[in-house]
């Protein structure tokens, strides 16, 4: 099976930055793309970006364009999300999870394995 673990998470105050890392082990090879998905305490977990493994194509929710990067290390099988900016309605528990599709990867219903999550907490 695939395993996730995110780290990254943290305290920070607004308008600093994080960056969040998603390393993966196991038969990652069936994996088509990566995804970060959070979720807030009384809210719905959400779709934040998305990368494909192999072209590296990538995805934004509006929330996130201008602000957060997701980028990828093949060698590594891990993902990353570089996020500048940070304002207080940021403060979630991130996710990552991995899907075989190549689209829709903004529905968290087409990821098949989730990791732990990482709590990002951004002070105003």
């Known amino acids: 099976q695939v395993q996730l673990v995110e780290s990254g998470g943290g305290l920070v105050q607004a308008g600093g930055s994080l960056r969040l890392s998603c390393a993966a082990s196991?038969?990652?090879?069936?994996?088509?793309?990566r995804g970060w998905f959070r979720q807030a305490p009384g809210k719905e977990r959400e779709f934040v970006a998305a990368?494909?493994?192999?072209?590296?194509?990538?995805y934004y929710s509006d929330s996130a364009k201008g602000r957060f990067t997701i980028s990828r290390d093949n060698a590594k099988n891990t993902v990353y999300l570089q996020m500048n900016s940070l304002k207080p309605e940021d403060t979630a528990v991130y996710y990552c999870?991995?899907?075989?599709?190549?689209?829709?990867?903004?529905?968290?219903?087409?990821?098949?394995?989730w990791g732990q999550g990482t709590q990002v907490t951004v002070s105003s």
């Open positions: 999870a991995r899907t075989l599709t190549s689209y829709n990867l903004v529905s968290g219903l087409l990821y098949d394995y």
């Open positions: 990368i494909t493994w192999s072209g590296g194509s990538t």
């Open positions: 196991g038969r990652t090879f069936n994996s088509y793309a």
